[in-house]
């Protein structure tokens, strides 16, 4: 392990992915200040051990007072509905891009900040003429609100990051999934998906449900934000996926047969804002931070299931 890193700060730390990667720095050895408004994370989210500044993004003061003493941010906290995006364009841009620049911000102020990871979006791409997988080359042309706060955000942490002398590094992530999402609100199609066949409803299948995605289990996240933390990488951007396309269809039988559940999916037409095929190229991440994804979509679904199932119990 090559980084000296002493104490992190974790934006958006008591959503999904934030409070996995808490856990993870924390395990390391890390300490962890986490900064999260909780508009969607949860104060019992964030990992014993990390210290909780609860405060928004955009309030400056919070903000360096979460960055202060810290040698490196994780910025993950962000409105991340895509669908939605259009409806609250104005406040998740305020949220996703000024919250991005005020983070730059006050961790510049806060000192003694060497490296700033931002965390982006596989939604910043245009859509791909095939499910072969796209590399950070392929032509950003986001079609949704949140897209295009998440490109101008991680131009945001390259520029002003690279300007205040951070290393900067971002992750584009694809659709990530595992156990702790059921806990947010905008959940991914698993969640979905499971929680309609468990009340015996017929979920929705939007277009011809052969739009191909790349799951990503939210540890593989994790393994990428620490490689991000340890490689000597300063303005790079990475997909952090798994390379592996799945469609929705294939997602839908997947969660019916984990339920074993016979409901049938209702057709649905086409979403606006939504591309057909999102799949990443990971090379990069392999060569650059020694990204390895481990976990199968296939052999990791029962067990979010099996978490969705247990909250839907009643206590
Ligand atoms: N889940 C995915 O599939 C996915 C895919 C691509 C990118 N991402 C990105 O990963 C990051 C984490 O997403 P997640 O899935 O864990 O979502 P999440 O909603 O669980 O986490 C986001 C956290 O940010 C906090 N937050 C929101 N607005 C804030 C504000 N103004 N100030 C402080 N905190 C605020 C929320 O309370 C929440 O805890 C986001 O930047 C998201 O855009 C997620």
Redesign the pocket.
Known sequence: MSSDFRRACV??G?????SHLVRALLARGLEVVV???????RAENVPAGARLVR????DADAARDAASGCDVVFH?????AIRSSFEFAVKDAR?NFV?TASMLRAAHAAGGVRRFVG????AVYADAPSPDPIPETHPTAPISPYGIS?LGAEQLVHTLGGQAGFSTAVLR????YGTGQAL?P?V?VVTIFANALLRGEAPSIFGDGEQRRDFVHVEDVVRAFLGALDAPVAGETFNVGTGVATSVNEVFAAVRAALGSTIEARPAPAVTGEVRYSIADIGKARRLLGYRPMRRFADSIGEVVAEIRAADQPS
Do not use: C
Request: aromatic share 8%; net charge negative; glycine share 18%.
């Open positions: 934006s958006g008591a959503g999904f992915i934030g900064l999260d408004d909780l508009s969607v994370g405060g928004d993004v955009l993950l906290a962000a409105r991340v949220v919250g965390t982006s979006s596989m998440k992530l694809f659709n990530t947010s905008y991914g």
